[in-house]
Antibody, heavy 123, light 106 residues
């Protein structure tokens, strides 16, 4: 069945760029109707949607992070990636990638999630 | 769109019927999902489209509502149901979550 796996450094220095990759296995990232998203959860806090990408490269970002976020896709590797620039301690969180079912209907949802990866911003 | 869950925490016993409420700051039709999260784990989808049960989720979970007021009900709590529950709106960007409801054993 479809699985997602996040990978990337667990420690990033303040002001640097956080880079994570999500590898999709058991299915194609280019499947119609499936988008791919990044979300995060600071320690002990709630969930925040970061952004979503379609395999064509169309992206949608949370305005609160838009100036610092870039999400890209590599269909040849069945991967999509997150870059978050100028990080601070406030960006310390568990980062999740997830499949985003998007039809522009009430059935839209994030149905399959990766296990998450903890990223700490510290010098 | 802000989502406000109530209560923020809840103590209950095995076998109890539990209801969690999610209120949206503006109408979101039925574009609402519910997730369950256990410590150290990713959220798990329970319900989408406000009331549609995700495949494989036990039927003791149910959802209702549309517009601004939504509920998640667990008809008879099981030991594995003690977790934190989140609602999420997908009516418009940016997608937002409620602050969570922590369900604890009494």
């Amino acid at each position: 069945q479809l699985q997602l796996q996040e990978s990337g450094p667990g420690l990033v220095k303040p002001s640097e760029t956080l880079s994570l990759t999500c590898t999709v296995s058991g299915g194609s990232i280019s499947s119609s109707g499936y988008y791919w998203g990044w979300l995060r959860q600071p320690p002990g806090k709630g969930l925040e949607w970061i952004g979503t990408i379609y395999y064509t490269g169309s992206t949608y970002y949370n305005p609160s992070l838009k100036s610092r976020v870039t999400i890209s896709v590599d269909t040849s590797k069945n991967q999509f990636s997150l870059k978050l620039s100028s990080v601070t301690a406030a960006d310390t969180a568990v980062y999740y990638c997830a499949r985003h079912i998007y039809y522009g209907s009430e059935n839209d949802v994030f149905d399959i999630w990766g296990q998450g990866t903890m990223v700490t911003v510290s010098s | 769109i802000q989502l406000t869950q109530s209560p923020s925490s809840l103590s209950a016993s095995v076998g109890d019927r539990v209801t969690i409420t999610c209120r949206a700051s503006q109408g979101i039709r039925s574009y609402l999902a519910w997730y369950q999260q256990k410590p150290g784990k990713a959220p798990k989808l329970l319900i989408y489209a406000a009331s549609t049960l995700q495949s494989g989720v036990p039927s003791r979970f149910s959802g209702s509502g549309s517009g601004t007021d939504f509920t998640l009900t667990i008809s008879s709590l099981q030991p594995e149901d003690f977790a934190t529950y989140y609602c999420q709106q997908l009516n418009s960007y940016p997608y937002t979550f409620g602050q969570g409801t922590k369900l604890e054993i009494k």
